[in-house]
Protein backbone atom coordinates (compact mmCIF):
# COMPACT_ATOMS: atom_id res chain seq x y z
CA UNK A 1 0.00 0.00 0.00
CA UNK A 2 1.15 3.96 -0.33
CA UNK A 3 0.21 6.30 2.28
CA UNK A 4 -1.13 9.31 1.08
CA UNK A 5 -3.68 12.27 2.05
CA UNK A 6 -6.24 14.06 0.59
CA UNK A 7 -5.87 17.66 -1.04
CA UNK A 8 -7.72 20.02 -2.21
CA UNK A 9 -5.92 22.15 -3.93
CA UNK A 10 -3.84 25.83 -3.57
CA UNK A 11 -6.26 28.26 -2.32
CA UNK A 12 -9.22 25.38 -1.11
CA UNK A 13 -7.12 23.99 1.00
CA UNK A 14 -5.64 24.89 4.71
CA UNK A 15 -3.13 21.94 4.67
CA UNK A 16 -0.12 22.85 2.58
CA UNK A 17 2.32 20.55 0.13
CA UNK A 18 4.92 21.57 2.53
CA UNK A 19 2.87 20.26 5.66
CA UNK A 20 2.23 16.94 3.87
CA UNK A 21 5.37 16.45 2.99
CA UNK A 22 6.29 16.25 6.58
CA UNK A 23 4.12 13.77 7.99
CA UNK A 24 6.31 10.65 7.99
CA UNK A 25 5.20 8.11 5.10
CA UNK A 26 3.34 9.95 2.98
CA UNK A 27 4.52 10.00 -0.10
CA UNK A 28 1.34 11.03 -2.43
CA UNK A 29 -1.92 12.80 -2.35
CA UNK A 30 -5.18 12.40 -3.61
CA UNK A 31 -6.47 15.37 -5.25
CA UNK A 32 -8.80 16.62 -7.65
CA UNK A 33 -9.16 19.84 -9.97
CA UNK A 34 -11.91 21.65 -7.18
CA UNK A 35 -13.16 24.20 -9.15
CA UNK A 36 -14.38 22.35 -12.26
CA UNK A 37 -18.33 21.56 -12.07
CA UNK A 38 -19.58 17.26 -12.88
CA UNK A 39 -19.62 17.28 -16.80
CA UNK A 40 -16.87 19.69 -17.63
CA UNK A 41 -13.92 18.19 -19.53
CA UNK A 42 -10.51 18.56 -17.54
CA UNK A 43 -7.87 19.52 -19.88
CA UNK A 44 -4.57 18.39 -20.22
CA UNK A 45 -2.84 21.58 -19.43
CA UNK A 46 -4.37 21.76 -16.05
CA UNK A 47 -4.15 18.06 -15.18
CA UNK A 48 -0.56 19.11 -16.22
CA UNK A 49 0.08 21.78 -14.13
CA UNK A 50 -1.64 20.37 -10.79
CA UNK A 51 0.87 17.46 -11.66
CA UNK A 52 4.10 19.82 -11.44
CA UNK A 53 2.73 21.81 -8.62
CA UNK A 54 2.39 18.35 -6.79
CA UNK A 55 5.77 16.97 -7.91
CA UNK A 56 7.88 19.79 -6.83
CA UNK A 57 6.98 19.57 -3.39
CA UNK A 58 8.63 16.06 -3.34
CA UNK A 59 5.32 14.27 -3.72
CA UNK A 60 3.13 12.61 -6.28
CA UNK A 61 -0.58 12.17 -7.27
CA UNK A 62 -1.22 9.08 -6.40
CA UNK A 63 -4.97 9.52 -7.44
CA UNK A 64 -8.05 11.86 -8.40
CA UNK A 65 -10.48 12.19 -5.85
CA UNK A 66 -13.00 12.88 -7.42
CA UNK A 67 -13.90 13.51 -10.86
CA UNK A 68 -17.65 14.08 -9.91
CA UNK A 69 -20.46 12.63 -12.59
CA UNK A 70 -23.29 14.62 -13.96
CA UNK A 71 -26.91 14.15 -12.89
CA UNK A 72 -27.88 13.86 -16.29
CA UNK A 73 -26.10 10.71 -16.04
CA UNK A 74 -27.14 9.12 -12.69
CA UNK A 75 -30.79 9.87 -13.70
CA UNK A 76 -30.73 8.61 -17.74
CA UNK A 77 -31.99 11.75 -19.09
CA UNK A 78 -31.60 12.01 -23.30
CA UNK A 79 -28.47 14.07 -23.14
CA UNK A 80 -26.31 11.72 -20.64
CA UNK A 81 -23.97 10.80 -23.28
CA UNK A 82 -22.76 14.33 -24.42
CA UNK A 83 -21.66 14.23 -20.53
CA UNK A 84 -20.08 10.77 -20.61
CA UNK A 85 -18.13 11.59 -23.90
CA UNK A 86 -16.78 14.93 -21.65
CA UNK A 87 -16.29 12.38 -18.83
CA UNK A 88 -14.78 9.76 -21.31
CA UNK A 89 -12.39 12.80 -22.37
CA UNK A 90 -11.36 13.83 -18.86
CA UNK A 91 -10.32 10.10 -18.13
CA UNK A 92 -8.25 10.20 -21.61
CA UNK A 93 -6.40 13.73 -20.56
CA UNK A 94 -5.53 11.93 -17.43
CA UNK A 95 -4.17 8.73 -19.02
CA UNK A 96 -2.13 11.23 -21.23
CA UNK A 97 -0.29 12.77 -17.74
CA UNK A 98 0.12 9.08 -16.42
CA UNK A 99 -2.89 9.29 -13.59
CA UNK A 100 -4.37 5.90 -13.20
CA UNK A 101 -6.93 6.44 -10.49
CA UNK A 102 -9.85 7.42 -10.46
CA UNK A 103 -12.66 7.95 -7.14
CA UNK A 104 -16.59 9.04 -7.91
CA UNK A 105 -19.60 8.09 -6.39
CA UNK A 106 -22.68 7.19 -7.91
CA UNK A 107 -25.18 9.17 -5.09
CA UNK A 108 -28.09 11.20 -6.00
CA UNK A 109 -28.68 14.81 -4.92
CA UNK A 110 -26.29 14.55 -1.95
CA UNK A 111 -22.61 13.09 -1.43
CA UNK A 112 -21.47 12.25 2.04
CA UNK A 113 -24.54 13.11 4.77
CA UNK A 114 -23.85 14.22 8.17
CA UNK A 115 -26.08 16.17 10.23
CA UNK A 116 -23.48 18.10 12.54
CA UNK A 117 -20.07 19.04 11.45
CA UNK A 118 -18.81 19.92 14.68
CA UNK A 119 -20.03 18.02 17.52
CA UNK A 120 -18.11 18.39 21.11
CA UNK A 121 -16.85 15.13 22.26
CA UNK A 122 -15.38 14.73 25.90
CA UNK A 123 -11.87 15.28 25.03
CA UNK A 124 -13.08 18.47 23.27
CA UNK A 125 -12.46 17.87 19.64
CA UNK A 126 -14.96 18.52 17.47
CA UNK A 127 -16.32 16.11 15.06
CA UNK A 128 -18.61 15.09 11.92
CA UNK A 129 -22.03 13.73 13.27
CA UNK A 130 -24.88 11.72 12.16
CA UNK A 131 -28.55 11.24 13.93
CA UNK A 132 -30.94 9.34 12.04
CA UNK A 133 -33.66 11.75 14.23
CA UNK A 134 -32.09 14.57 12.80
CA UNK A 135 -32.68 13.43 8.83
CA UNK A 136 -36.22 12.33 9.72
CA UNK A 137 -37.64 15.66 11.23
CA UNK A 138 -35.58 17.43 8.58
CA UNK A 139 -36.79 19.00 5.28
CA UNK A 140 -34.33 17.77 2.82
CA UNK A 141 -34.10 21.38 1.03
CA UNK A 142 -33.03 22.79 4.28
CA UNK A 143 -30.33 20.27 4.73
CA UNK A 144 -27.65 22.58 3.63
CA UNK A 145 -28.37 25.47 5.37
CA UNK A 146 -28.68 23.58 8.74
CA UNK A 147 -24.60 22.51 8.06
CA UNK A 148 -23.10 25.29 6.49
CA UNK A 149 -22.83 27.48 9.29
CA UNK A 150 -20.21 24.87 10.60
CA UNK A 151 -17.86 24.60 7.45
CA UNK A 152 -15.61 26.93 8.70
CA UNK A 153 -16.00 28.70 5.64
CA UNK A 154 -14.87 25.90 3.27
CA UNK A 155 -16.70 24.94 0.26
CA UNK A 156 -17.53 20.92 1.41
CA UNK A 157 -16.92 18.40 -1.22
CA UNK A 158 -20.52 17.25 -2.76
CA UNK A 159 -22.37 20.31 -0.88
CA UNK A 160 -21.28 22.98 -3.76
CA UNK A 161 -22.92 25.76 -3.56
CA UNK A 162 -24.05 26.45 -6.79
CA UNK A 163 -25.51 22.95 -6.63
CA UNK A 164 -27.38 23.45 -3.16
CA UNK A 165 -29.37 26.30 -4.90
CA UNK A 166 -30.72 23.89 -7.33
CA UNK A 167 -31.47 21.48 -4.85
CA UNK A 168 -35.21 21.61 -5.79
CA UNK A 169 -34.90 21.10 -9.34
CA UNK A 170 -32.58 18.45 -8.05
CA UNK A 171 -35.07 16.00 -6.37
CA UNK A 172 -37.38 16.64 -9.29
CA UNK A 173 -34.83 14.68 -11.47
CA UNK A 174 -34.68 11.66 -9.34
CA UNK A 175 -38.36 11.22 -8.57
CA UNK A 176 -38.76 8.29 -11.43
CA UNK A 177 -35.63 7.23 -10.71
CA UNK A 178 -35.45 3.84 -7.93
CA UNK A 179 -32.60 1.17 -7.27
CA UNK A 180 -32.76 -0.74 -10.12
CA UNK A 181 -32.72 2.35 -12.77
CA UNK A 182 -29.79 3.94 -10.74
CA UNK A 183 -28.25 0.21 -11.41
CA UNK A 184 -28.64 0.54 -14.86
CA UNK A 185 -27.81 3.99 -15.12
CA UNK A 186 -24.65 2.89 -13.43
CA UNK A 187 -23.99 -0.12 -16.47
CA UNK A 188 -24.84 2.26 -19.07
CA UNK A 189 -22.08 4.41 -17.71
CA UNK A 190 -19.58 2.20 -17.34
CA UNK A 191 -20.01 0.01 -20.04
CA UNK A 192 -19.02 3.77 -21.81
CA UNK A 193 -15.94 4.24 -20.01
CA UNK A 194 -14.22 0.44 -19.99
CA UNK A 195 -12.72 1.04 -23.38
CA UNK A 196 -10.80 4.58 -22.06
CA UNK A 197 -9.68 2.86 -18.47
CA UNK A 198 -8.49 -0.62 -20.40
CA UNK A 199 -6.58 1.83 -23.08
CA UNK A 200 -4.87 4.14 -20.09
CA UNK A 201 -5.21 1.44 -17.20
CA UNK A 202 -7.47 3.52 -15.23
CA UNK A 203 -8.98 2.37 -12.62
CA UNK A 204 -12.18 3.39 -11.19
CA UNK A 205 -12.78 2.73 -7.71
CA UNK A 206 -16.99 4.00 -6.66
CA UNK A 207 -16.91 5.53 -3.68
CA UNK A 208 -19.63 4.09 -1.33
CA UNK A 209 -23.16 6.24 -0.19
CA UNK A 210 -22.58 7.59 2.85
CA UNK A 211 -24.46 6.76 5.58
CA UNK A 212 -24.79 3.21 3.74
CA UNK A 213 -28.59 3.56 3.49
CA UNK A 214 -31.17 5.44 1.68
CA UNK A 215 -31.74 9.18 2.61
CA UNK A 216 -34.80 11.29 2.36
CA UNK A 217 -36.20 8.77 0.46
CA UNK A 218 -33.71 8.74 -2.55
CA UNK A 219 -31.97 5.53 -3.81
CA UNK A 220 -28.66 4.32 -2.79
CA UNK A 221 -27.31 1.39 -3.98
CA UNK A 222 -23.61 1.64 -3.18
CA UNK A 223 -24.04 0.25 0.41
CA UNK A 224 -23.32 -3.55 1.23
CA UNK A 225 -21.41 -6.50 -0.38
CA UNK A 226 -24.30 -8.10 -1.87
CA UNK A 227 -24.77 -4.72 -3.74
CA UNK A 228 -21.03 -3.81 -4.72
CA UNK A 229 -20.83 -7.71 -6.43
CA UNK A 230 -23.28 -7.42 -8.40
CA UNK A 231 -21.92 -4.09 -9.69
CA UNK A 232 -18.74 -5.79 -10.26
CA UNK A 233 -20.16 -8.67 -12.25
CA UNK A 234 -22.43 -6.54 -14.41
CA UNK A 235 -19.39 -4.83 -16.03
CA UNK A 236 -16.98 -7.19 -15.30
CA UNK A 237 -13.86 -5.70 -15.97
CA UNK A 238 -10.94 -5.34 -13.31
CA UNK A 239 -10.98 -1.42 -13.82
CA UNK A 240 -14.37 -1.43 -12.76
CA UNK A 241 -13.72 -1.41 -8.28
CA UNK A 242 -14.44 0.16 -5.60
CA UNK A 243 -13.13 2.60 -3.12
CA UNK A 244 -12.99 0.84 0.41
CA UNK A 245 -14.06 3.59 2.66
CA UNK A 246 -14.48 2.08 6.27
CA UNK A 247 -16.13 4.78 7.86
CA UNK A 248 -19.05 4.56 4.78
CA UNK A 249 -19.75 0.84 4.80
CA UNK A 250 -18.80 0.88 8.50
CA UNK A 251 -22.34 3.22 8.65
CA UNK A 252 -24.46 0.20 8.55
CA UNK A 253 -23.35 -2.03 11.61
CA UNK A 254 -24.38 -5.79 9.47
CA UNK A 255 -21.26 -4.53 7.18
CA UNK A 256 -18.35 -6.57 8.29
CA UNK A 257 -15.70 -4.23 6.72
CA UNK A 258 -12.78 -6.98 7.28
CA UNK A 259 -14.63 -9.99 5.62
CA UNK A 260 -15.91 -7.65 3.28
CA UNK A 261 -12.66 -6.39 2.36
CA UNK A 262 -11.10 -9.79 1.63
CA UNK A 263 -14.50 -10.93 -0.26
CA UNK A 264 -13.83 -8.02 -2.82
CA UNK A 265 -9.89 -8.96 -3.30
CA UNK A 266 -8.61 -7.58 -6.67
CA UNK A 267 -11.20 -5.08 -7.20
CA UNK A 268 -10.28 -2.55 -3.99
CA UNK A 269 -8.26 -0.06 -5.77
CA UNK A 270 -7.98 2.69 -3.31
CA UNK A 271 -8.78 3.07 0.65
CA UNK A 272 -10.58 5.53 3.27
CA UNK A 273 -9.57 3.62 6.34
CA UNK A 274 -11.39 5.69 9.70
CA UNK A 275 -13.06 4.77 12.35
CA UNK A 276 -16.53 5.55 13.87
CA UNK A 277 -17.83 5.61 17.46
CA UNK A 278 -21.53 4.25 17.72
CA UNK A 279 -23.93 5.82 20.10
CA UNK A 280 -26.61 3.48 18.83
CA UNK A 281 -27.14 2.09 15.37
CA UNK A 282 -28.27 5.25 14.29
CA UNK A 283 -26.40 7.51 15.96
CA UNK A 284 -22.53 8.07 15.45
CA UNK A 285 -19.87 10.28 15.44
CA UNK A 286 -16.25 10.03 13.95
CA UNK A 287 -13.91 9.32 16.22
CA UNK A 288 -9.69 9.14 15.98
CA UNK A 289 -8.38 6.33 14.15
CA UNK A 290 -7.19 4.41 17.03
CA UNK A 291 -8.82 1.42 17.34
CA UNK A 292 -10.01 2.18 21.03
CA UNK A 293 -11.66 5.49 20.82
CA UNK A 294 -14.55 4.25 18.34
CA UNK A 295 -16.32 0.95 17.45
CA UNK A 296 -13.96 -0.16 14.77
CA UNK A 297 -11.33 -3.02 14.72
CA UNK A 298 -8.66 -1.10 12.99
CA UNK A 299 -5.86 -3.65 12.97
CA UNK A 300 -8.40 -6.32 11.68
CA UNK A 301 -9.32 -3.63 9.16
CA UNK A 302 -5.99 -2.96 7.99
CA UNK A 303 -5.27 -7.08 8.33
CA UNK A 304 -7.60 -7.60 5.84
CA UNK A 305 -5.84 -5.17 3.39
CA UNK A 306 -2.44 -7.10 4.15
CA UNK A 307 -4.00 -10.32 3.55
CA UNK A 308 -5.24 -9.05 0.03
CA UNK A 309 -1.93 -7.97 -0.89
CA UNK A 310 -3.34 -4.90 -1.30
CA UNK A 311 -1.13 -2.37 -3.32
CA UNK A 312 -2.99 0.95 -3.92
CA UNK A 313 -2.80 4.24 -2.26
CA UNK A 314 -4.64 4.33 1.74
CA UNK A 315 -5.41 7.58 3.14
CA UNK A 316 -6.51 8.16 6.29
CA UNK A 317 -9.92 9.73 6.01
CA UNK A 318 -11.96 12.42 8.36
CA UNK A 319 -10.24 13.55 11.25
CA UNK A 320 -11.29 15.18 14.50
CA UNK A 321 -10.68 19.21 14.69
CA UNK A 322 -7.75 19.05 17.69
CA UNK A 323 -5.35 21.67 18.91
CA UNK A 324 -7.31 24.80 17.57
CA UNK A 325 -6.76 24.00 13.73
CA UNK A 326 -9.59 25.84 12.18
CA UNK A 327 -9.85 23.62 8.62
CA UNK A 328 -12.64 21.87 6.43
CA UNK A 329 -14.38 19.89 8.91
CA UNK A 330 -13.04 16.39 8.38
CA UNK A 331 -9.29 17.58 6.72
CA UNK A 332 -7.48 19.21 8.82
CA UNK A 333 -4.16 18.51 8.94
CA UNK A 334 -3.63 17.59 12.21
CA UNK A 335 -5.75 14.23 13.41
CA UNK A 336 -5.15 13.43 9.70
CA UNK A 337 -1.47 12.96 9.97
CA UNK A 338 -1.82 11.58 13.80
CA UNK A 339 -4.51 8.78 11.29
CA UNK A 340 -1.54 8.49 8.82
CA UNK A 341 1.31 7.86 11.42
CA UNK A 342 -1.16 4.93 13.24
CA UNK A 343 -1.94 3.25 10.40
CA UNK A 344 1.65 3.17 8.94
CA UNK A 345 2.38 2.06 11.90
CA UNK A 346 0.09 -0.97 12.40
CA UNK A 347 0.92 -1.99 8.87
CA UNK A 348 5.00 -2.00 9.86
CA UNK A 349 3.54 -4.37 13.04
CA UNK A 350 1.33 -6.66 10.29
CA UNK A 351 4.08 -6.79 7.96
CA UNK A 352 7.23 -7.91 10.59
CA UNK A 353 4.95 -10.18 12.10
CA UNK A 354 3.93 -12.31 8.66
CA UNK A 355 7.82 -12.47 7.94
C1 LIG B 1 -16.23 12.83 2.00
C2 LIG B 1 -15.71 12.03 0.89
C3 LIG B 1 -16.67 11.98 -0.27
C4 LIG B 1 -16.01 11.30 -1.46
C5 LIG B 1 -16.90 11.20 -2.66
C6 LIG B 1 -16.22 10.45 -3.76
O1 LIG B 1 -15.48 13.33 2.79
O2 LIG B 1 -15.30 10.78 1.30
O3 LIG B 1 -17.05 13.27 -0.62
O4 LIG B 1 -14.86 12.01 -1.81
O5 LIG B 1 -18.08 10.61 -2.37
O6 LIG B 1 -16.75 10.81 -4.99
Known sequence: MEMTLRWFGT???TVTLKQIRQIPGVTGVITTLYDTEPGEVWSRERIRALKEEISASGLHISGIESVNIHDAIKVGTPDRDKYIDNYIETLENLGKEDIHLVCYNFMPVFDWTRTELARVRPDGSTVLAYTQKAIDS?????????????ANGA???????????????????????DDEKLFANLKYFLERIMPVCDK?????????DDPAWSVFGL?????????IQRMMKMVDNPHN?????AGSYGTNRKNDLPTMIRALKGRIHFAHVRNLKFN??????????LSSDGSFDMYEIMKALYDIDFKGP????????????????????????????????LWEAICKSQR
Open 11 to 13: GFD
Open 138 to 150: LDPEKMFESIKGD
Open 155 to 177: ILPGWEPERMAKIKELFDMYKDV
Open 200 to 208: YDINMAIHP
Open 219 to 227: PRIIINLEN
Open 241 to 245: GVTFC
Open 280 to 289: SDDDFEEAAH
Open 314 to 345: IRPDHGRMIWDEVAMPGYGLYDRALGATYLNG
